[in-house]
């Protein structure tokens, strides 16, 4: 596609499910970040994947968060026995190779997790 | 500790005036900047950057300004439209090593250009 595609656009659930969010990268790029922007806040790093080289999982906040990149492409974070701090909207991006480019990351549209 | 600041959660500026967007650091490690601009229900989008080696770069209406020495940036958008009312956020970017990059965000500044 040409740009990051997230899925869903917006989920609601109910506190303590477990919820699946997707992101598609840009064709090509091999670096992925999750960020999670909750009301009023800037975005709060929660992991980054480069290549095939194991993740950076350094900003997730809990071990109920998770996340894999399968064949390089696409990611998927999973929350377990979601709580309502959880709620925010949840973005997803990808950077190309090559020299400052790198620097530049370019998002999806987010998925806004409400957790009820 | 935010290590990237925006201390001003919004801003008002007419059609047509300057609209000054502040952002302050504290770590020295960074070596590039980037504004990002955010419209409701989007992605942020890429908006301009500019390397630690310079202090000015320009791009049409935006620029950005770097001062290292006070550790503080800031975007002008000449003249400002409507259009530009959005939320703003200033990210740093500092080496994680082996050719990987990570971005710091600042909270945002909205921007409210009033026709």
């Known amino acids: 596609g040409a740009g990051v595609s997230q899925s869903p656009s917006n989920k609601v659930t109910e506190k303590g499910k477990d919820v699946e969010l997707r992101c598609d990268p840009i064709s090509g790029h091999t670096a992925l970040y999750w960020y999670r922007q909750s009301l009023g806040q800037g975005l709060e790093f929660l992991i980054y994947f480069q290549g095939n080289s194991a993740p950076d999982k350094s900003g997730l906040p809990s071990d109920r968060f998770s996340a894999e990149r399968t064949g390089g492409s696409v990611s998927t974070l999973t929350i377990q026995r979601t709580q309502q701090e959880d709620s925010a909207v949840y973005l997803c991006?990808?950077?190309?190779?090559?020299?400052?480019?790198?620097?530049?990351?370019?998002f999806g549209a987010g998925t806004r997790l409400s957790v009820l | 500790d935010q290590q990237v600041k925006q201390n001003s959660p919004s801003l008002s500026v007419q059609e047509g005036r300057i609209s000054i967007l502040n952002c302050d650091y504290t770590n020295s490690m960074f070596d590039y900047f980037l504004w990002y601009k955010k419209y409701p229900a989007e992605g942020p989008t890429f908006l301009i950057s500019?390397?630690?080696?310079?202090d000015k770069n320009e791009d049409g209406r935006f620029t950005v300004f770097l001062n290292k020495s006070a550790k503080h940036l800031s975007l002008h958008i000449v003249p400002s439209q409507p259009g530009d009312s959005a939320v703003y956020f200033c990210?740093?970017?500092?080496?994680?090593?082996?050719?990987?990059?990570?971005?710091?965000f600042g909270k945002g500044t909205k921007l409210s250009v009033i026709p």
């Open positions: 991006a990808s950077t190309p190779s090559g020299g400052l480019a790198k620097n530049i990351q370019y």
């Open positions: 990210a740093a970017s500092s080496s994680r090593g082996a050719g990987s990059y990570q971005l710091t």
């Open positions: 500019i390397s630690s080696i310079k």
